[in-house]
């Protein structure tokens, strides 16, 4: 074992837990801010860590091709490199790779590929990706694995995930042994739950320090996401974390820590705060609409982010209409700050056996729509 993971608390399929790491713990169920190319944009590490973030996650691809791994190794490493003391996750650049269409080429051995930024030949096989994590000196490592767009055909998905749970024998083996450093396979197989069931128990017969839910969150729609995660955290270890990549919004963030999951990831917070978007315990608000010119009040009057402290939505209205910079660093601050109460409020509600009045609150408030203007 890579790292040690305790359940604290149950509520349904819900739990509460921490995993341990010589870099800290993690306290779940927990969000990961994605810090693609070694920054989670608009945002200062120590300003992520405020938010009460415990991980970051990591991308492969875009940390190979810029400024490199073997660069960052010599720089003492991703942490070093970013300033950031916490845990990390660095996904295997799979995903990415796959979505590069006709500029790569899959076989068995792994992915060749040109690069988006330069145009560059590269291979990316289980190995590869092992190797680049290690020097990247992620805390935790992902399998190299195939995730294939939906729809796809029944035979898509299956060829799909049959590669992919050999291509995570190779990542074990090519893991190693790595006091401190943990290794999680990824479940594949669509919204096919046969194919689930192969792709787990796969897994299981290889072993990992982890579990991720992958191929979700690729155009099925929530429902079906829902649909598989009914029975899907059921199919793994349970006495080891599982991972829902990906994801997102956050009704999905709540439904998915409702079926069993302990961590996820997503760019949507990041993202939308640089385009005038912000989440709040109402809903979304769009800073660009012209109602908020002259409103004083906060984004989210409960809220205790510094954007939400320190500056109103006309405030905010008037910055992302001059496209200052400003604007999107508030914006992501606060986004993070919501998603990270979200996460402490359902860390809470599982530890006291409240979860359904929780969650049955979440949904009240949001159903509720934004506040009115004055």
């Known amino acids: 074992m890579g790292l040690r993971f305790e359940v604290t608390a149950r509520d349904g399929a819900a739990r509460a837990g921490v995993i341990a790491t010589p870099r800290g713990a993690i306290r779940t169920p927990a969000f990961m801010p994605v810090g693609t190319a070694g920054t989670v944009k608009g945002m200062l590490p120590e300003s992520v860590a405020a938010t009460g973030a415990d ?129 999680f396979g990824i479940m594949q197989g669509g919204v096919t739950r046969e194919l689930r069931e192969e792709s787990a128990a796969a897994l299981r017969t290889i072993g990992f320090d982890g579990y991720a839910i992958g191929g979700l969150a690729v155009g099925e729609g929530q429902a079906a996401m829902f649909g598989v995660l009914d029975y899907a955290c059921d199919l793994l270890p349970g006495d080891r974390p599982r991972y829902l990549m990906g994801v997102g919004k956050p009704d999905d963030i709540v439904g998915a820590v409702k079926r069993g999951v302990d961590m996820m990831d997503c760019v949507l917070p990041t993202r939308s705060g640089r385009t005038g978007q912000a989440w709040t315990r109402r809903g979304q608000v769009n800073i660009r609409n012209a109602r908020h010119a002259e409103d004083p009040r906060p984004l989210d009057e409960g809220c205790t982010c510094p954007a939400c402290r320190g500056y109103s939505r006309a405030y905010l209205h008037h910055v992302y209409r001059a496209g200052e910079m400003i604007a999107g660093m508030l914006l992501t601050w606060h986004n993070l700050h919501y998603y990270q109460e979200i996460m402490a409020g359902m860390r809470a509600a599982i530890a006291e056996g409240r979860f359904n009045a929780w969650e049955a609150e979440f949904h009240a408030m949001r159903a509720g729509g934004d506040i009115a203007p004055l």
């Open 55 to 183: 991980i970051l996650l990591g991308n492969t691809y875009h940390l190979m091709l810029r400024p490199g791994a073997e660069r960052v190794a010599r720089l003492g490493g991703l942490h070093r490199f970013m300033n950031w003391e916490r845990p990390i996750l660095t996904d295997s650049g799979g995903f990415q790779v796959m979505s590069l269409a006709g500029l790569r080429k899959l076989s068995e051995e792994g992915v060749t590929f040109r690069s988006h930024v330069d145009g560059s030949r590269h291979e990316l096989t289980p190995e590869r990706s092992m190797e680049i994590q290690r020097l990247l000196g992620s805390d935790i490592v992902m399998a190299f694995d195939e995730c294939p767009a939906l729809p796809a055909s029944d035979a898509e998905v299956a060829r799909a995930m049959r590669l992919s749970m050999r291509w995570a024998e190779r990542s074990k083996a090519a893991f190693g042994d790595r006091p401190g450093h943990a290794l």
